[in-house]
């Protein structure tokens, strides 16, 4: 998942979660929360963590040539949703 990615990265990286979180602009307890795979990571999340660990957005995102290793959910606010 991409929650165990980040950690990964983060681990070989050498940061801890406090020096990830300043370095990217995020609440630490966000970055626990994703790396925990409790939270949805937001894109520009995903863009400041590949800064920060030195990769690219598609191994962050585990997005291989066989395409992603993992499922998108959207779930649009209800005022964007059709018929409200």
Known sequence: MIGD???ALRVLNK?????LAAAA???????CKI???MAHLRLDHAARFSVVLHCNLEDLLG??????SYTIVFNPPP???PGL
């Open 63 to 68: 997005y291989g040539p066989d395409g992603p």
């Open 15 to 19: 940061l801890t979660q406090a020096q």
């Open 25 to 31: 602009g995020i609440a630490q307890s966000t970055v």
């Open 79 to 81: 005022r964007l949703q």
């Open 5 to 7: 990615r980040i950690y």
């Open 35 to 37: 790396e925990k795979n």
